[in-house]
């Protein structure tokens, strides 16, 4: 069996094992993603920036589950804002609209949460030319 594939086989074992693990691995991931967009501050929008942290922490939440991705959320937002929001190396939000984006993301996550949780409604169907009674 080739090495590589032997790598990978005991770093999916290591990380099936418990929560606490993934949750490790996947905070860990995102501040090495962190540190390497750090040099790119200044000749790439911090919306790209964002966006990059974003599908680190979607890639979290597919492959290490719902408990990991939200730590590596944490981290995300903790470095973005330390790194690239500006006044930068502060954990300070100075531009209102960044403070009203992040509001009205979270608004619609919880929203899109409970979309997704609540059980369908029925809804009536037309069977042939008759209309429907209510």
């Given at each position: 069996m080739p090495q590589s594939i032997m790598i990978f086989s005991s770093i999916q074992s290591f990380l099936s094992k418990s929560v606490m693990r993934r949750t490790l691995a996947s905070s860990i991931c995102l501040a090495l993603l962190v540190l390497l967009l750090a040099p790119l501050e200044g000749r790439v929008n911090t919306t790209t920036i964002g966006f990059a942290l974003l599908l680190g922490v979607l890639f979290t939440a597919i492959h290490m589950g719902s408990r990991p991705a939200l730590a590596a959320s944490v981290v995300a937002m903790l470095g973005y804002n330390f790194f690239f929001l500006p006044p930068i190396l502060t954990l300070t939000i100075t531009d209102p609209q960044n403070w009203v984006c992040g509001c009205l993301r979270q608004?619609?996550?919880?929203?899109?949460?409970?979309?997704?949780?609540?059980?369908?409604?029925?809804?009536?169907?037309?069977?042939?030319?008759?209309?429907?009674?209510?």
């Open positions: 608004l619609k996550m919880r929203r899109c949460n409970l979309e997704i949780l609540a059980p369908p409604a029925a809804k009536p169907v037309a069977l042939g030319p008759f209309p429907l009674l209510s």
